[in-house]
Each structure stands twice: as structure tokens, then as C-alpha cells.
């Protein structure tokens, strides 16, 4: 399972009913969703999660269960990774 961060320095700003994303990374703005911009907010809080840990911390707020909530996220990262707003993020595992 893929973990994702977001990108350093992202500025991401209510407008009305979408919400803008600024990312240095491509140096352009693109509008959000409310979905897309709880990801980020909740990346925001954690650093890295997959897509288990963002849709199990959105379930109390979004009134969806946690399968919906998984699908929903899972979809999201392409155009959130493409826009320049996260990057996959190498998990290391230690060696005992």
C-alpha cells in the first residue's frame, strides 16, 4: 500500500464552495474539492498516511462509511500526486 505526503511548502485556501491549491512544486494553482482538500488537511496533521489512515480519520466528519470513504480517497491521488500536491512517500521498514 502506497504512502503519501504532501509536498513541502503547499498553500491550499478556501474559495467559495472549491478550495485553491497552490504547489511550488509545478507553480501553479488548481482547484480542489472538499474531498481532495480533507486529504490534504488530514496530511497536514499526520505527514504520511495511506489511503486506510486518511479515510478511517475523514469518517466521522464525512457521514460515510469507511469502504465509500477508501474508494473515494484511492481515486484522488493520481490527480492530487499529477498536480504536484503530494508525492508518494518510501516507507522504511526496520530490520530486527
Known amino acids: ?11 491550499v485556501e478556501p474559495m467559495g464552495h472549491l478550495w485553491a491549491a497552490f504547489s511550488p512544486a509545478t507553480g501553479e494553482t488548481v482547484l480542489l474539492n472538499d474531498e481532495s482538500a480533507s486529504i490534504l488537511e488530514v496530511l497536514e496533521e499526520k505527514g504520511v498516511a495511506d489511503t ?7 469518517v466521522v466528519d464525512s457521514g460515510l462509511d469507511v469502504d ?8 484522488a491521488w493520481p490527480r492530487l500526486a499529477e498536480a504536484g500536491l503530494v508525492r508518494e512517500q518510501p516507507i522504511r521498514h526496520a530490520i530486527a
Open 1 to 11: 500500500m502506497s504512502h503519501w505526503c504532501r509536498v513541502e511548502g503547499l498553500l
Open 52 to 58: 486506510a489512515e486518511i479515510s478511517a480519520s475523514l
Open 68 to 75: 465509500a470513504l477508501a474508494a473515494i480517497v484511492e481515486s
